[in-house]
């Protein structure tokens, strides 16, 4: 396999990884179709904020559409408060509390066509989580490392498949960026984001710590076989697909989260599943039709 063709196959793995990893991801934007009277909007809800303010949640919606979103802490047996939309101009807008970094809160949005009108509501609630500001010189970097540490994996397992390649070269800077991008400044960013630097084995189950660890294990394994300058080539493949695997799990999935019911005690951060991205369609508002709802 030429070089070329080697590098450009791993970019577009990797890409394709990368992508699918942050779409399907519990803090990717909520999407919503909504229908008014046979106008179709397309807006976003956010299931990530940064605990600097409150949350905006922004609906375009033509008068005289109203709405309101009820809302509590997650996994709490807080009661639902409820906060109106208010019209500004032509969206009707809201705003939920912030929360501490790691808090969670659920919350539903319901619209109607015109006021007296059936109101529609999101077939499930959307779940959003807050994190602490996390500087631009500590994340970006660690996106690049992590991006690159995936592009030389990939790499060295299509080499590895090339009985002309000896893919060593590629297992060192592999482990070497994993192990800078995963346990230096992962941390750094986690520390920023939500006050503790790992929460993965053993120190708790977040999935994104683990499954790096995981990653790290496997080419540590790889790195250990080929001493001596051996290519190792079962190792490495078997690592380079466990990385795979390991990025097509979705980011932040089993990720940090304020543990309420500790804090009202005193203390308590735990780790809990959010379930993934998907696009809900709203249909048939203020036509006085019986309102459906449907989702993909």
Not at 38 to 52: D, H, N
Not at 172 to 198: I, N, R, S, Y
Not at 199 to 208: E, K, Q
């Amino acid at each position: 396999m030429r070089k070329g063709l080697l590098w450009s196959l791993a970019a577009v793995v990797t890409l394709s990884a990368a992508v699918y990893q942050r779409m399907t991801g519990p803090t990717h934007p909520f999407r919503v179709r909504a229908g008014f009277g046979g106008t179709a909007v397309s807006f976003k809800l956010p299931r990530s904020a940064e605990t600097t303010g409150d949350v905006v949640i922004s609906v375009p919606a033509p008068a005289p559409a109203e709405g309101w979103v009820d809302w509590k802490r997650h996994k709490t047996s807080d009661a639902w408060s409820r906060v109106p939309l208010v019209r500004e101009g032509g969206r009707l807008v809201g705003r939920l509390p912030r929360q501490p970094a790691a808090g969670k809160i659920v919350y539903e949005l319901s619209l109607q066509g015109s006021p007296g009108a059936a109101p529609d509501t999101l077939p499930r609630p959307v779940v959003l989580r807050f994190k602490d500001p996390v500087p631009g010189w500590i994340i970006i970097p660690h996106v690049l490392v992590m991006f690159a540490g995936m592009l030389c994996s990939t790499a060295a397992g299509l080499a590895a498949l090339d009985r002309k390649r000896n893919p060593r070269r590629l297992v060192l800077w592999t482990v070497a960026l994993l192990f800078a991008g995963g346990f230096v400044l992962g941390p750094l960013v986690q520390k920023f984001a939500f006050g503790v630097a790992w929460a993965g084995f053993p120190a708790g189950s977040d999935l994104t710590d683990n499954k790096t660890l995981l990653a790290f294990i496997a080419w540590a394994a790889a790195l250990v076989a080929g001493r001596k300058g051996r290519p190792a080539r079962p190792f490495v493949i078997a690592a380079s697909l466990v990385t795979l695997l390991v990025y097509l799990v979705p980011h932040s999935l089993r990720g940090s989260e304020l543990d309420y019911a500790g804090m009202d005690r005193g203390a308590g951060m735990t780790t809990s599943y959010s379930s993934t991205n998907r696009t809900v369609t709203v249909k048939t508002m203020g036509t006085g039709l019986p309102p459906t709802i449907a989702g993909s």
